[in-house]
């Protein structure tokens, strides 16, 4: 069953066309990594699927509805968001940071109560924040921080996720513990997740399915080994690269290789 069908969507910034005639659909409980190079429309197509953004072509269903009719409080029970890091201007804990994640379940005028504060904590414990649930946001590292954004999603309780690099800039320990415990909670809670990333081998390990953009327009979508292939990789990356096996799981692998090899 489609979770999420995008149908010929097309979106520029001024004159210049960032998405170009984007087709292709999630199913419900899938993982789909979104990758491409720098500039190819991984972003903007994400924010077109939470409606930060409205595409000038073209429409995005969810679960059968146009997103143009559902209303913003709605969507954000359905849809959680993680982005590449979150700085705020006033001091906040962890704890008040994924409290934030319920505000669609709150009255203009009404706070948290004990059923919002046990979803946040219970959110914190799936994702091991809540030991520092009292410390201040800013004073965190790169991998707390970004465990603590998933969690705040997570106290949305939504039934989509949408993650924009969420191991950027991270060491590969904490690359692993954000993808595994992003499959777990795809897993356990039959979560649709769409996860934009530049780590074409984590993406090809833990996603079921890749969606290739170049400039804008879908260069191929399919199975990381419909996807990762060397033909894909070097005509849309514009670099020679080594396709293999990992080993270990048999997913396709990529090693870039100097121009002078």
Known sequence: MNMVRVSRVGFRYIEEWVLR????????????????????????????????????????????????????????????????????????????????GRAPYLGRLNFEGEKDYAKAIMAMEMTDTLPFSS??????????????????????????????????????KHQIEIYDLIKGLNSRNDLTVVIVSHDINLAAQYCNRLLLLNNGRVSKIGSPEDVVTKENIEEVYGCRVLVDRNPVTEKPRITPLSRNL
């Open 21 to 100: 005639d984007i087709s292709f659909s999630i199913n419900k409980g899938e993982v789909l990594g979104v990758i491409g190079p720098n500039g190819s429309g991984k972003t903007t197509l994400l924010k077109s699927l939470n409606r930060t953004i409205t595409p000038e072509q073209g429409d995005v269903f969810i679960d059968g509805t146009n997103v143009k009719e559902i209303k913003r409080r709605e969507l954000a029970r359905i849809v959680g968001t993680v982005p590449q890091e979150a700085s705020m201007i006033f001091p906040i804990t962890v704890l008040e940071m994924v409290l934030m």
């Open 135 to 172: 410390r201040n946001i800013d004073a965190l590292s790169g991998g707390e921080k970004q465990r603590v954004l998933i969690a705040r999603a997570i106290a949305q309780e939504p039934v989509i996720m949408l993650l924009d690099e969420p191991t950027s800039f991270l060491d590969i």
